[in-house]
């Protein structure tokens, strides 16, 4: 597996050592730094990594910065929490080496299952069943981990730089004809707080990215004429 493998990062000294020494062969690391006040550039470059900073905060913009910096034709797109094992990479890029698709999204599997906030789990259960209505993907998670051809991201032409990237990008990926798979992945506790899940004020600020996205698309998971079926 040859690929770029980015992570977007803000503040995370701790699990950066991890993530980093357990990317596959062959691969080379991108640690966008999104801000980080802990010395995380200065880590991810003594591991080896490709740093690139990103001022404007945003998963958004720090993943994209991260896109344009590839050079690889198959990028991969990794929390760099320590909640993801870079070892799970090479099972998301075969379906897109093998030409059987063309995005690949690790769909999490908690272990333990304390690993996932119930209060994300929720969101996230109520996402995706209108990801499901708005695009007819078949998918249960958005899926942080992801793999896909850089030429393919960079053609959908997304626009959010918040937290409704990850959903932009799915919706427009099924727009746009190209072939979206799940792959389960263990989904372990993060190193230190979360952003966004670690707190329900953080869950609901990337819900209400997510909705704006999803009306345009039109389906919103908070609508009762929209609720998934128990």
Same mark, same amino acid.
């Given at each position: ?38 010395? !995380? ?44 094992d870079p070892a799970d990479l090479p099972r998301l890029a075969a379906p897109v080496l093998a030409g059987e698709a063309d995005l690949v999204l690790?769909?999490r599997r908690p272990m333990p299952r304390s690993a996932w906030p119930l209060h994300a789990r929720l969101a996230n259960r109520a996402l995706a069943a209108a990801i499901r209505?708005? !695009? ?26 918040? !937290? ?60 009762? !004429? ?5």
């Amino acid at each position: 597996m040859i690929a770029d493998v980015i992570l977007p990062c803000l503040d995370e000294a701790l699990a950066l050592p991890g993530v980093l020494a357990a990317i596959p062969p062959g691969c080379r690391a991108i640690v966008v730094d999104n801000g980080s006040t802990d010395g !995380s550039a200065e880590v991810a470059r003594a591991h080896g990594a490709l740093v690139v900073a990103e001022p404007r905060r945003g998963f958004g913009a720090a993943v994209h910065a991260g896109v344009l910096a590839a050079e690889a034709d198959l990028v991969a797109i990794l929390d760099a929490d320590g909640s993801l094992d870079p070892a799970d990479l090479p099972r998301l890029a075969a379906p897109v080496l093998a030409g059987e698709a063309d995005l690949v999204l690790g769909r999490r599997r908690p272990m333990p299952r304390s690993a996932w906030p119930l209060h994300a789990r929720l969101a996230n259960r109520a996402l995706a069943a209108a990801i499901r209505r708005a !695009s007819g993907v078949a998918v249960h998670d958005l899926g942080p981990m992801r793999v896909a051809r850089r030429a393919d991201l960079l053609a959908l032409d997304l626009r959010d730089r918040r !937290s409704g990237y990850p959903l932009e990008m799915l919706l427009a990926a099924s727009a746009s004809g190209l072939r979206v798979r799940e792959v389960d992945v263990p989904y372990r506790p993060r190193i230190g707080r979360s952003k966004v899940t670690g707190t329900v004020r953080g869950t609901l600020t990337a819900v209400r990215d997510m909705r704006r996205i999803l009306k345009e698309h039109g389906a919103d998971p908070l609508n009762r !004429s929209s609720a998934p079926n128990p």
